[in-house]
């Protein structure tokens, strides 16, 4: 996806530690407002790009709280790609096999990645495994301006 002037870039890293997901969410949820999203597609891009992060956390941190899981997060009119980055050994998305909730919990984040983004790729790299997922806008209802920064009282 190539986007365009106006496009707005947040790159974020926390502690490998899963208290820091709902913060993370609420950010999301603001550049997915500015953007102009619907209510359903704003729920879906948190959904999807928090199980990316959740997954980053539980798989991809081999030294636990030590590492780091970085998030890219652009948008503009057309989009909202995301970009999470671990420092895992990283996986073959496309031999995993899903568990069903009957098996055991866990085993369903990919496919609901894929079914809340528009699309998802895995990627290694030098440092770890990149997850990078594209939510396209369909339900514009034109760019509004949000301010992600707290008012100071």
């Known amino acids: 996806m190539s986007l365009h002037r ?6 974020i890293s926390i502690d490998s530690r899963p208290e820091y997901l709902p913060r993370l969410r609420t950010v999301i949820g603001c ?7 619907s209510t359903q597609e704003m729920q879906d891009t948190k959904l999807a790009i928090t199980e990316a992060c959740a997954n980053a956390i539980r798989h991809g941190s081999p ?7 970085v998030i890219k997060l652009v948008t503009s009119s057309r989009g909202f790609v ?8 990283g996986f073959d998305a496309d031999t995993l096999v899903p568990n069903t909730i ?19 790729e895995f990627l290694r790299n030098a440092k770890g495994m990149t ?4 939510k396209k806008v369909k339900g514009s209802v034109g760019r509004r301006r949000i301010s992600l920064r707290r008012e100071r009282r």
């Open 6 to 11: 106006g496009a707005t870039e947040v790159c």
């Open 31 to 37: 550049l997915a407002e500015n953007m102009g999203m």
């Open 63 to 69: 030294d636990g709280e030590q590492n780091a899981v």
């Open 82 to 89: 995301a970009e999470v980055t671990d420092q895992g050994a």
């Open 102 to 120: 009957l098996e055991k919990p866990g085993g369903l984040g990919i496919p609901l990645m894929r079914a809340m983004a528009d699309r998802v």
């Open 131 to 134: 997850v990078r997922l594209l």
